[in-house]
């Protein structure tokens, strides 16, 4: 991920609060320090398969019920001639959870159903 752009595990944090624990206790039961577990709950690094269980049996949760996917990243590249040959571009880039994709996709269907 780039520098600065961190997309946080709400339902992470929102369960972990829920049971109770501030986050040293909780780095404290998944062995971590709490600087290590802070960091993957802020996004700022990304949770593996393996911690993603163990964080779910510490909290007596299934996986699923915290589990947030990394953001994918779309770059969007257009190149046009102008009338005189100048170049105009632009680059949109787009990081966000999987699932901010899954409903885009899913409300773009929706509307070229209605305009096919």
Known sequence: MSKGVFIPKEKLKTIRIK?????????????????QYSRRETGKVPITEIEWNRFAKELN???????????KII?????????????????IIIKAPNHFFEDLNKKIDIIINKLG
Do not use: H, R
Request: aromatic share 8%; no cysteine; glycine share 2%.
């Open 19 to 35: 049971n109770g624990f501030k986050q040293t206790a909780f780095a404290e039961k998944v062995s971590m320090d709490q600087a």
């Open 61 to 71: 949760v299934s996986k699923d019920e915290i589990y947030e996917s990394e953001p």
């Open 75 to 91: 770059n969007i590249v257009n190149n046009t001639d102008n009338k005189d040959n100048s170049l105009n571009a632009f680059e």
